[in-house]
């Protein structure tokens, strides 16, 4: 497929930023990004509104890791950006990303800010393995935002045609 002008629908698939480990008596649900992590966080949201990726909506996983990851969006791309925080994406399946990713609605672009790995497999599955593997060689990296465009719009039934526009990794120093 190649895409030319504004595609019918972009989605973004967006892994949480590094989070440190889980304190003693702390659960993995409520870890929270490390120094890396927020810095991960701000680049990648400040890099994506710099090249022009502004999504109508996110939809994020309600674990506080992706609560973090998913908010700088507001200050890089607007304080107006409608930001979901949807239990399932926490232990959901692919299908479950599926489902909520390409729920009907009026956005035409929507992110979902999620965990390895799920967005990882989701990913292969849109992309394909081979254009997957080639973007992100060594699996998907915190922060690691994958951009796909698809000539019509997707269903959680038939999500086929997607082309990879762009995938980016933030650079901060740690």
């Given at each position: 497929m190649a895409s030319f002008g504004t595609p019918a629908f972009r989605l973004y698939l967006l892994r949480h930023a590094h989070a440190g480990w889980a304190q003693p008596g702390q659960s993995d649900f409520d870890?929270?990004?490390?120094?890396?992590?927020?810095?991960?966080?701000?680049?990648?949201?400040e890099e994506a509104a710099d090249?022009?990726?502004?999504?109508?909506?996110?939809?994020?996983?309600?674990?506080?890791?992706?609560?973090?990851?998913?908010?700088p969006f507001h200050r890089a791309v607007s304080e107006e950006l409608a930001i979901d925080y949807v239990d399932q994406l926490y232990s959901g399946t692919v299908e479950t990303y599926a489902e909520l990713a390409f729920a009907e609605r009026p956005e035409t672009s929507v992110m979902i800010?999620?965990?390895?790995?799920?967005?990882?497999?989701?990913?292969?599955?849109l992309a394909g393995k081979e254009i997957a593997e080639t973007a992100a060689p060594l699996g998907y990296p915190t922060a690691g935002l994958?951009?796909?465009?698809?000539?019509?719009?997707?269903?959680?039934?038939?999500?086929?045609?997607?082309?990879?526009?762009?995938?980016?990794?933030?650079?901060?120093?740690?």
């Open positions: 870890r929270t990004l490390d120094d890396g992590g927020f810095a991960e966080a701000e680049v990648i949201a090249q022009g990726y502004r999504p109508g909506l996110i939809i994020a996983s309600t674990a506080m890791r992706c609560r973090q990851t998913a908010e800010v999620g965990h390895n790995p799920m967005i990882e497999e989701f990913f292969h599955r994958a951009i796909l465009d698809f000539d019509r719009r997707p269903t959680q039934e038939d999500h086929t045609g997607a082309c990879l526009h762009g995938f980016m990794t933030p650079r901060p120093v740690r």
